[in-house]
């Protein structure tokens, strides 16, 4: 792939590009350069996934790296392009959307799409500054990573610049830009766009782009009379629905899951107002622009499959009927129950499966969100409680002593064939000891904000390793401040 012609100046990240989404044509993007930020710093950086991509770790210190990141000078071998797409955001068709901040420098031969998020205005900007600011920026790069590490699917973020150069949003904020990667970035939204367009050779060669890069097996797949774009849909839904049961498990909540805000390879996508749970609330909405509830934490399964069900409207001018293009949505009512009832027995370290699990599950969730229990801390001492540790730090969570105690005992008696050394070891490395908990970020953000990167750095390193103790960083695993709850994530985030 060749750089934008009249550029003199390139930086050399020492990767090998290859031509990806940009083989689609101009109906799909408009190529672009970044706009620069004048006196760049570093903020953080991921030398694990600058590893993966096979990037020197060199880069991520160097002025080069630094100008190149930030979208200041170009890259050798790239062309920068802006996508273009549409989608349903609340509910409700908000027509054409796209990159509104975002810019693709390109696709290496490792097959990673690189991204630069609030490298300015692009054409799908709207009335948007093409800006992101350094709090929204240093939450996504953290969640990413600690997604990453959790075992749950998700777009990946190597690094965090960040200028002095003023950006508006509900006060005065300044600017910064997040290296983002991906296998891909194509949403649902980029079906619904062309679909909603009535182009479907465009929605066509999407499709098939698409499945031949990501889903080849689509192409032999003996379901729906050898339908390609139906068996497509199936996977989509079932690689969604795996992710969804993660996110329940963990008590992630994404807060905006627009149809724009969907990967089409089931990975998390577009950390905006996003949070861990603290209390157990199954009705928490951690969006505060989300004032109906939308995407409460309990609402997530279901939006995942009406989201699923406009993307398989979007594919019906491919797939050819209707009744086929809902029958392959209907293995998300399967796979998602599965998935996430395994999720839980790893939680609780139950071996296999047994009759009387799922009331098991559903008496602990019940006695947790009774009281807004902890979720994390309370799955962590359950861990610990398993590995000898004291049943009182349980017990003291509840305000229920008798609820608890019964619950304990049943589950006692489910772990009776099991010794509690391989249970422990079970539970340990399926409930983590830290997740980035909104306070967590939120003081990483503020000595960020005056240029100490100390905090965000050792944020990162737990965050890359959460099942491990960390002796020492025992804060990080505790309680949050009061002042946590007051804390306000919107869609300007």
């Known amino acids: 792939m060749s750089m934008l012609a009249d550029e003199a100046e390139v930086v050399d ?95 290496t031969a490792s097959g990673w799409e690189l991204q630069l998020k609030g490298s300015g205005r692009t054409p799908y900007s709207r009335m948007g500054d093409g800006r992101a600011v350094l709090r929204s920026s240093i939450r996504e790069f953290l969640c990413s990573e600690a997604m990453q590490a959790l075992g749950i699917p998700t777009t990946r973020a190597l690094c965090v610049t960040g200028s002095d150069a003023q950006v508006v949003r509900e006060e005065i904020e300044t600017a910064a830009v997040v290296t983002r990667a991906s296998p891909s970035f194509i949403r649902f939204g980029h079906f619904e766009h062309f679909a909603a367009n009535n182009r479907v050779d465009e929605l066509r060669a999407l499709a098939d782009f698409t499945i031949d890069r990501f889903y080849p097996a689509c192409r032999n797949s003996g379901r729906f009379g050898g339908n390609a774009y139906a068996a497509f849909l199936e996977a989509v839904s079932e690689r969604t629905a795996a992710l969804l049961a993660q996110w329940q498990a963990v008590g992630f909540c994404h807060g905006v899951m627009n149809t724009d805000n969907m990967s089409i390879l089931g990975l998390t996508i577009d950390y905006g107002p996003f949070q861990f749970l603290d209390g157990f609330d199954p009705r928490h909405i951690c969006n505060h622009s989300d004032t109906g509830g939308r995407y409460a934490y309990n609402q997530q399964p279901n939006v995942a499959y009406w989201n699923l069900f406009c993307l398989a409207q979007a594919l019906l001018p491919l797939i050819g009927d209707q009744e086929v293009a809902v029958a392959a949505l209907e293995s998300y009512k399967t796979v998602f129950p599965d998935a996430y009832a395994a999720r839980m027995r790893a939680k609780l370290g139950l071996p296999g499966a047994a009759p009387d699990d799922r009331a098991l599950i559903e008496g602990v969730l019940k006695l947790l969100a009774q009281e807004k229990v902890d979720y994390t801390i309370f799955w962590r001492r359950l861990a610990d409680l398993k590995a000898g540790g004291d049943p009182a730090t349980v017990r003291d969570l509840f305000l229920d002593h008798a609820g608890i105690d019964a619950w304990l005992q049943a589950f006692a008696q489910r772990h009776a064939q099991v010794t509690a050394a391989q249970a422990a070891q079970s539970m340990r490395s399926a409930n983590p000891k830290f997740v980035l908990r909104n306070h967590l970020g939120q003081q990483a953000i503020e000595s960020a904000q005056k240029k100490d990167f100390s905090g965000l750095a050792t944020l990162l390193k737990l965050l890359e390793t959460p099942f491990e103790d960390h002796a020492g960083h025992e804060a990080y695993a505790g309680f949050p401040p009061d002042w946590a709850s007051t804390i306000e994530i919107s869609c300007s985030s």
Request: glycine share 16%; hydrophobic share 40%.
């Open 13 to 107: 990240l020492g990767l090998d590009w290859t031509a990806g989404f940009s083989t689609l044509g101009p109906a799909f993007f408009t190529e672009l350069r970044p706009t620069p930020l004048p006196e760049p710093y570093w903020v953080g950086r991921s030398l694990a996934l600058a590893r993966e991509i096979g990037l020197d770790e060199g880069c991520l210190y160097s002025v080069e790296g630094l100008a190149a990141f930030t979208g200041n000078v170009p890259v050798a071998g790239t062309r920068p392009l802006a996508s273009v797409y549409s989608g349903h955001q609340f509910g409700v068709w908000a027509g054409q959307l796209g990159d509104g901040r975002a810019i693709l420098l390109g696709e």
